[in-house]
């Protein structure tokens, strides 16, 4: 005879935190989860976008793009590192409250206090120390809160929810960036971005779902050597995980080398006004927001239904390739908006179905958080070498006359340079997405 909760009165057991989750979560944790990544992304990249930039041209106009490419290699360097450390401590966490709610708002906290440190930064030291623990800090909640879409959305839905937080990362960068240049100074832009990062992240402190470790699933007690040997994925065993990573990393190398000099791409080669670049800035990064607003929920649900990963990966990441091709050869304002239109599209599709796939080819749920964190080195480590590469490309090609004006239009070689190798590693890392066996 089955028996039935409602007559016998026994509540039915509580999910186990490392099964698979079968139920789809409710809109409320949907919302919370939105408004915690628009957070933590407006974290990120109000200071890369502009304010980090901005300070380094007012700590030396002559040295800023070497000043801007030390501090953002070594925040990203760390952010290597912290990213799957702390997503493998908040797979082991055994707190009541759950593995992950302890970590974001840990990050939260700790960002918005790194944040305030920058804003106080007049020197080259303080402002690497406090963007390091900007990058450390949200790095830790970023494990968390993506590795929570595993834990609680089934996979017929991932491809759903990923949309929305990548339309959920797109405003976050818009409003960073809108932040950074509405403010007026930069202090004030650090101060109300780790204000917004705190205020968004509460309402998912009140309704995480996060789920606690039962006592028989709780990892072993720790071990340093065990720790340390977990982060190492093998590709001969876990082969879809190999590529997965590679691809992504590919691809946001690309992206990377596309973005990071994007105000001094607009002062020194377009020939905007400095007091006018942040404006054009945030124009280009509206556009772009817009436009993968428009896609990337589209077409997660429909990659959803169709069953099919890797088609959307492919063909998104030679669109937002195309992007970096315009802009190395249009070097124009309207050559600009173009590229933002094509990146919104390619990077709209992109980062919500690419993100169903990663959690399609994760060795097990034990280790999410850890193994996203591994998956999240492809989007960081681009961040620690994309700006030596596009250092010396410019430094480079800049030295031995590569800049040209005919009839008063300016024509840069090196940043012409500097996209089309940005265009073909997006190629690349594009097409071999098709490696990956496991996903369809």
């Known amino acids: 005879m089955r028996h039935d909760a409602r007559v016998t009165g026994t509540a039915p057991a509580p999910r186990s935190a490392l099964a698979e989750p079968t139920d789809n979560p409710p809109g409320r944790w949907v919302a919370a989860i939105t408004l915690t990544s628009i957070g933590l992304w407006a974290g990120?990249?109000?200071?890369?976008q502009v304010l980090l930039a901005q300070q380094a041209e007012e700590i030396s106009a002559d040295h800023k793009k070497t000043i801007l490419a030390v501090v953002l290699g070594l925040g990203a360097f760390v952010s290597v590192v912290c990213n799957p450390v702390f997503g493998a401590f908040s797979d082991r966490t055994t707190l009541r409250v759950g593995r992950r709610l302890?970590?974001?708002?840990?990050?939260a906290v700790g960002g918005a206090l790194s944040l305030l440190l920058l804003a106080v930064a007049d020197n080259v030291v303080v402002m690497?120390?406090?963007?390091?623990?900007?990058?450390?800090?949200?790095?830790?909640?970023?494990?968390?809160?993506?590795?929570?879409?595993?834990?609680?959305?089934?996979?017929?839905?991932?491809?759903?929810?990923?949309?929305?937080?990548?339309?959920?990362?797109?405003?976050?960068?818009?409003a960073g960036t809108g932040i950074a240049s509405a403010t007026g100074s930069i202090a004030a832009g650090y101060a109300v971005t780790a204000a917004a990062l705190v205020v968004l992240t509460v309402p998912y402190c009140f309704d995480s779902r996060d789920l606690a470790l039962a006592p028989d699933e709780r990892p072993a007690p720790f071990d340093w050597g065990g720790f340390v040997r977990g982060f190492w994925i093998s590709p001969r065993e876990h082969p879809d995980f190999a590529w997965a990573w590679i691809t992504r990393f590919l691809v946001n190398l690309g992206n990377a080398l596309s973005l990071l000099y994007l105000l001094y791409y607009l002062q020194d080669v377009i020939g905007v006004d400095k007091d006018e670049a942040d404006d054009r800035v945030f124009v280009l990064t509206a556009i772009y927001?817009?436009?993968?607003?428009?896609?990337?929920?589209?077409?997660?649900?429909?990659?959803?239904?169709?069953?099919?990963?890797?088609?959307?990966?492919?063909?998104?990441?030679?669109?937002?390739?195309?992007?970096?091709?315009?802009?190395?050869?249009?070097?124009?304002w309207p050559a600009a908006v173009a590229a933002a239109v094509l990146l919104g599209v390619g990077y709209g599709i992109y980062t919500s179905v690419d993100f169903a796939l990663i959690t399609q080819v994760l060795s097990g749920a034990e280790d999410r958080a850890k193994d996203l964190g591994v998956i999240n080195i492809a989007n960081a480590l681009p961040q620690v070498v994309a700006p030596f590469i596009a250092a010396l490309i410019l430094l480079v090609v800049e030295a031995a006359g590569g800049v040209t004006e005919t009839g008063g239009d300016r024509f840069s070689v090196g940043y012409c340079v500097l996209y089309a190798a940005?265009?073909?590693?997006?190629?690349?890392?594009?097409?071999?997405?098709?490696?990956?066996?496991?996903?369809p």
């Open 422 to 439: 940005a265009f073909l590693v997006a190629i690349l890392g594009s097409v071999l997405v098709h490696r990956i066996r496991s996903v």
């Open 102 to 107: 302890p970590w974001v708002i840990g990050g």
């Open 44 to 48: 990120f990249f109000g200071p890369i």
């Open 289 to 332: 927001a817009v436009v993968i607003m428009a896609t990337t929920v589209v077409f997660g649900i429909w990659s959803d239904r169709s069953g099919r990963r890797k088609v959307f990966v492919t063909w998104s990441g030679v669109v937002g390739a195309l992007a970096s091709l315009l802009l190395a050869v249009g070097q124009s």
């Open 128 to 174: 690497a120390l406090g963007w390091c623990g900007v990058q450390a800090t949200l790095n830790a909640m970023l494990a968390a809160v993506t590795a929570t879409v595993p834990d609680q959305v089934p996979v017929a839905r991932r491809g759903r929810v990923g949309g929305i937080l990548a339309v959920a990362q797109t405003v976050g960068v818009v």
